[in-house]
């Protein structure tokens, strides 16, 4: 299991915040995580989040409130509001089926770490790098770092 694993979130990193919620489709190659950050424009992080649940739904079906009450009434809010607000704003790609998770803020990232280099898709850090307090971090697989 990896400590961290970095999401490149862009346009959707207001809704994450805002519904403690991401979704991505599925299947996907990430390897199992203890918490998960995610990139803005520029790369930087701002926090920390601890995954509570995980799930696979698809977004468009039209029974999709009922298929969500094994949820708790407020995640189950949370995930409906985010996935109508991720139609309405953006869309979902055209996969049907997508990942969910409901998140916890773990740490909130006021140094706002990012990677030294510019990364277009999902890395790793260790739990410690992340937390160092440092402005520019090192991937978990940047050997140079040592």
Known sequence: MKDVISIPA???QALIK???IHAHPHPRSYKESKYMTFRRNGGFM???YRVQQE???KHGDP????KVDFLESEVKNRLLGYIYERRNKFGFEKKEEFKFYVLKVEKELDHLPSPKETLQ???YYT???ITSGKRIICRESDKSCI
């Open 10 to 12: 862009g346009g959707t």
């Open 18 to 20: 805002k519904y403690l």
């Open 46 to 48: 701002e926090a920390l």
């Open 55 to 57: 799930f696979v739904l």
């Open 63 to 66: 029974d999709i409130e009922k």
């Open 121 to 123: 898709g999902h890395t």
């Open 127 to 129: 739990f410690d790098e």
